[in-house]
Each structure stands twice: as C-alpha cells, then as structure tokens.
C-alpha cells in the first residue's frame, strides 16, 4: 500500500519504486490518496509524512521508499504465506 497525496514529487518517485518492485515481485499494489479521506484521519496519520509504504500493515518506509526493503517485505510476506 502506497499513502501519498496529489502533487507530491516525492509521492511520483514512490509510485515508479513501488511500481517496480512489485512487478518484479509479481504482486499487484494499491495507492490511497491521503487527502481523499472524509474523515481526515489518513491525513493526520499520514500526511506529513507521505509517501508511506506498508505491507500487510506494517510500515517499510516514509519520504523514500528502500526498494531493496520492499522486495524483502514482499518476499517475506510470499514466505510466509
């Protein structure tokens, strides 16, 4: 899961590592717009801290996603099922 928001350069390199990653790893990804939220509880979360990846809810990484962590994430995550 990729939180990001619209317009935000950091968030436009996040999307290509993520992107990339996860196709290398055969894994599909999704992307939530923190500022969608009616709630405003994604952007109080997340919002001064985005792009923020997780896998099965646990965080990877926040302002640069590691892409090298995230394939271990995900072959982790493959691992164990």
């Known amino acids: ?4 928001r619209v317009g ?3 968030c436009e390199e996040a999307r290509e590592v993520v992107g990339a990653v ?3 790893q055969g ?3 999704t992307e939530v717009d923190v500022d969608s939220d009616p709630s405003g509880a994604l952007a109080a979360q ?3 801290y985005v792009p923020v990846v997780t896998v ?4 990877q990484g926040f302002w640069w996603v590691d892409g090298a962590r995230l394939a271990r994430a995900l072959s ?3 691992a164990t099922g």
């Open 22 to 24: 996860c196709a290398d």
């Open 46 to 48: 997340y919002g001064d």
């Open 1 to 4: 899961m990729l939180y990001g």
């Open 56 to 59: 099965d809810g646990v965080q």
């Open 27 to 29: 894994v599909g990804w």
């Open 76 to 78: 982790r995550r493959r």
């Open 8 to 10: 935000c350069h950091l």
